[in-house]
């Protein structure tokens, strides 16, 4: 499904090369959910916008379903069944709920079936799919949204970047249920989540723990998570709160 | 009622009319009367002195609608109209204006439409106009509105003011009085592109007490277009306004947002906001993860910005 080949990325910090992924060698399976976790600054995010191609890496190959797409843009990458939701998600002016959800599904979503997409993220549908994706929506409600925009695209490939942050305890009991079924539901695609929490290293097939730049630790969830559990690469939603 | 077909187009585009409309209407095209109707309640009579109507609205008249537009096909017209709204107390009714220009030819064609509404106490109105100029030739399309609106108590008035193509000089001004308890509301959409030039004023007197004020415009300024942008609020009794200027710029486009507030007493709460710059790179990238290009990613935006 994707593999990445040699990827690193380095940035520049007062004049000096600060290198944040550094040589990373991964394949994503089919039919898999795959969670990333790791300490903060582990270069998570960035190795999830690489993929979505908002990233360049500095140097490494990636191959999408046998492609090489190194060199796509970011709506190639989209159009070939990449899809990627954002850590903070974007407000516009302007642009409503069902408009984004629209653009998401390519223009031919029903009414109706962008209201399921809604209620499939814990939202009443009647109640949002008119409002602007602007400030007046709170962080979660954002957040569900972003999430609904990237199961009304139904790609191939979908990353999502922290979905828990900035979700209140009640909304992410919601949000595990969201992530399960997307697992029931996978259709020979692949979701790759990352994330810190306990609830969704326990959906995970596969869980990858990148420190430094680089993968600790890569297996199956029953060989990975009893290693981790306790340390910042997985935390309990009340431990990540205090 | 005789029209072309460039006058139903442009008739559609500003009015949303594709047919003869349901109640009140007068259409002008080319500086002459092309179809009228009145209703039992709604009068229209053309003024005895000078050009233009005047509209008049009987008292309690409800879920109404007057249609008033203007078209302008021949190139090198130039026209000042005046046509002025005399509408009842406890009305309720829509009034549809708006002016579509089609010049193909190398003279200049001009509409200065001035409208001015005497809101009787406790009605209701809402005001749609829409401008619009299209054609090929060189001869500049220019509409140059003057609104005027005296809002008695607890009178509402709702505008909705768009001119979102082919008009290449526009100079709106909008007066508003309030009395006690009137409301207005204002929302502004302007598009300009090409080397289109756009003013837009706003003067605004809050005069009665508990009177409200809520004028918001959204501009989108293209290519080496140029807009101006002045809103004057003024408060003179209890009462509170808000106004906001959010614009978006591309390309060479320049705005220029002048706003301002004065209060002349201590119960006037007055607030301005105003704020100007390009699409957010991550709204652009947000969308093409969705699948668009980047050129449609900006249209969405802007359509939705403007909407």
Known sequence: MLELKNISFDVMVNGQKKEILKNLNIKFDNNKFIVITGPNGSGKSTLAKIIAGIVIPTQGQILFDETDITDKSITDR???????????????????????????????????????????????????????????????????????????????????????????????????????????????????????QERILEIADEILVLADGKITMQGSRDEILPKILGTESAVTTCAKLN | MEMNEIQKRLIAEVADLHDVPMGAYNFRANGKLAGRNTTANIDIQTKTEGSGIDIRIKDNTRNESVHIPVVLSDSGYKEVVYNDFYIGENCDVVIVAGCGIDNCGNQDSQHDGIHRFYVGKNSKVKYVEKHFGSGTGTGKRILNPGTEVYLQDNSVMEMEMVQIKGVDNTNRQTTAKLNKGAKLVVRERLLTHDNQQAVSGYTVTLDGEGSTADIVSRSVAKEKSYQKFEVKLTGNNRCSGHTECDSIIMDEGKILAIPSLEANNIDAALIHEAAIGKIAGEQLIKLMTLGLTEHEAEEHIINGFLK
């Not at chain 1, 993220?121 to 602007?134: D, K, P, Q, T």
């Not at chain 1, 007046?136 to 970047?161: C, H, N, P, W, Y």
């Not at chain 1, 009640?170 to 692949?190: C, H, V």
């Open chain 1, 78 to 196: 989209a159009k070939s069944g990449i899809g990627y939701a954002f850590q903070q998600p974007v407000k516009f002016k302007g642009l409503q709920v069902y408009d984004l959800l629209k653009i998401a599904s390519k223009g031919t979503l029903s009414l109706e079936q962008a209201c399921n997409y809604l209620s499939k993220v814990g939202l009443c549908a009647g109640e949002y799919i008119r409002r602007e994706v602007n400030g007046s929506l709170s962080g979660g409600e954002l957040k569900r949204i972003e999430i609904a925009t990237i199961l009304a695209k139904q790609s191939k490939l979908s990353v999502f970047d922290e979905p828990e942050a900035g979700i209140d305890l009640w909304s992410f009991q919601n949000l595990t249920k969201i992530f399960n079924s997307m697992r029931q539901n996978i259709n020979n695609g692949t979701i790759v989540v990352i994330s810190h």
